[in-house]
């Protein structure tokens, strides 16, 4: 990105905006009919908002409420550079409404700057996701991160009763019902399957989903599913198919993306893996 650049990324996220910038332009005082969050990657800024004035450096999570009055402007010599994720209103209330099992729609985000290691995880995952991923790879990601996201305190609706709180007995009922979501997966793991599909299987929310599948298992549904379609690969490398053949019909979008994971997994390719098995 050259010294003084806004650029808008393409993706196929109906109702979301993502914005790479690096600049020293000053902006003057304006608004967005959307929900914002962003990473300051480089540089610092101060900003007045509706929220006080803020300064926000390298390493920043950044937040902008709908019609929020806002300014921002360089500190230093230098551009400050910064990721930022836009949402429609409706997409922010519906994931809302999820995680407070449909208790509240009302929503802001408090603080206007955060130094959040977990939340700018979140965030940079969310928007690798999001403008990284095709449609059907990386729905099921989307979806989760953004519940993360929300779930890690970076938005504040009205939490009289906290999501993260429940009995032993839903616990239980919970559990069972999980294991109708990890069946989905596990009968069809090539399949592109979605949060929706997994909460409607398990008859829990998408929240409730997420959070009961995880605690069940140790991994995120995302996560599972990439497990079961390594295991997939696996087992087609050891029938002696082609690796060729193997990436779309195990379930990823690519070679590439079966070879990230699979390094991620276990520590080789697939075409060394594919060797040792020759070997022996």
């Known amino acids: ?9 393409s993706h196929d996220c109906t109702g979301v905006e993502a914005i790479m910038a690096k600049t020293r332009h000053s902006f003057a005082k304006h608004t967005h009919e959307t929900f914002g969050i962003g990473y300051m990657y480089a540089g610092a800024q101060k900003s007045a908002s509706g929220r006080g004035m803020v300064e926000a450096g390298a390493g920043n999570i950044i937040t902008v409420n709908p019609r929020e009055v806002h300014d921002g402007h360089p500190i230093g010599d230098g551009p400050r550079g910064w990721n930022m994720l836009y949402f429609a209103p409706d997409i922010i209330a519906d994931a809302t409404r999820d995680i407070t099992d449909g208790k509240s729609d009302q929503y802001s985000f408090i603080q206007p700057v955060m130094d959040r290691p977990d939340v700018r995880n979140c965030f940079a995952a969310l928007f690798d996701a999001i403008t990284n991923g095709t449609a059907d790879a990386a729905r099921l990601r989307r979806q989760e991160m953004l519940l993360i996201l929300l779930h890690h305190a970076v938005m504040t609706p009205d939490r009289t009763n ?9 616990t239980a009922v919970a559990s069972n019902r999980i294991r109708n979501a990890k069946a989905l997966l596990d009968d069809a ?7 929706d599909d997994l909460a409607i299987a398990a008859g829990l929310s998408k929240f409730q989903t997420l959070r009961d599948f995880t605690r069940a298992t140790g991994l995120t549904p995302h996560a599972y599913l990439i497990q079961r379609r390594i295991d997939v690969a696996r087992a087609m490398i050891r029938n002696g198919e ?16 079966l070879n990230r994971h699979f390094v991620r997994a276990f520590g080789m390719t697939p075409g060394r893996y594919a060797r040792a098995v020759r070997a022996n």
Do not use: C, K
């Not at 010294?3 to 990324?9: A, G, N, P």
């Open 1 to 9: 990105m050259s010294r003084d650049e806004i650029t808008i990324l």
């Open 189 to 195: 793991p090539t399949t592109s399957h979605s949060l």
């Open 162 to 170: 906290a999501p993260g709180l429940h009995t032993a007995s839903r």
């Open 242 to 257: 082609t690796l060729a053949d193997i990436a779309h019909a195990a379930g990823f979008a690519d070679q590439s993306h």
